[in-house]
């Protein structure tokens, strides 16, 4: 039975192994910073890089605001990482994702009818987006991890399998930053 490498171009194939490489080298950088922001912030840009896209976001869930805040980005706006806040119900696709603990798809946002399409991704021409929970072991999840593109029908399971394993070490700096804490 043949791969699925197989059936890939040489330039998709070079894309998927250059994501293998970001996640190596995000885990690495992780265990070697202190700053629980640098982490955050390296987490976005790999996403982006790793995605091929100018966007990519950190969203932390705040329970007692049913929300998520962008705690870390690439590619936004000033004024949105830090302070933006995104809907964390059935209704967004962040909240899909980290309701259903499913990694989200949706390469054509505007045509969209599993959910709204936050005003945040609209104000800034997002066509597509790829979210995947933040969440390690059986504990409580973080957030979600979320690239967006100004493309249409960018994103495919290939990428839901980088992004999660991303996600994934993230995850892992997320508890060791609170068993610091704690």
Do not use: C
């Not at 265990?31 to 629980?36: I, N």
């Not at 933006?84 to 909240?95: E, M």
């Not at 959910?115 to 987006?129: E, V």
Request: hydrophobic share 45%; proline share 4%; glycine share 10%.
């Amino acid at each position: 039975m043949p791969s699925a490498a197989m059936n890939l171009s040489v330039p998709e194939l070079n894309l998927r192994l250059r994501q293998q490489e970001l996640v190596a080298d995000f885990g690495r950088f992780a265990m070697q910073t202190d700053s629980f922001q640098s982490i955050l912030d390296e987490a976005s840009a790999v996403a982006a890089e790793g995605l091929d896209a100018r966007f990519a976001k950190v969203l932390e869930y705040l329970p007692g605001d049913m929300a998520f805040l962008v705690r870390s980005g690439t590619g936004w706006n000033s004024g949105v990482v830090g302070e933006a806040r995104v809907g964390a119900d059935l209704q967004s696709p962040a909240g899909y994702a980290f309701r259903s603990g499913n990694p989200v798809i949706s390469n054509h946002l505007a045509n969209e009818q599993r959910f709204r399409t936050p005003k945040l991704l609209s104000d800034h021409g997002i066509r597509s987006a790829i979210n995947v929970l933040i969440q390690a072991g059986g504990g409580e999840p973080f957030g979600v991890l979320e690239g967006d593109s100004t493309n249409r029908g960018d994103f495919n399971e290939h990428d839901i399998a980088f992004l999660q394993a991303l996600a994934n070490t993230l995850a892992v700096a997320v508890e060791a930053q609170k068993r610091q804490d704690a």
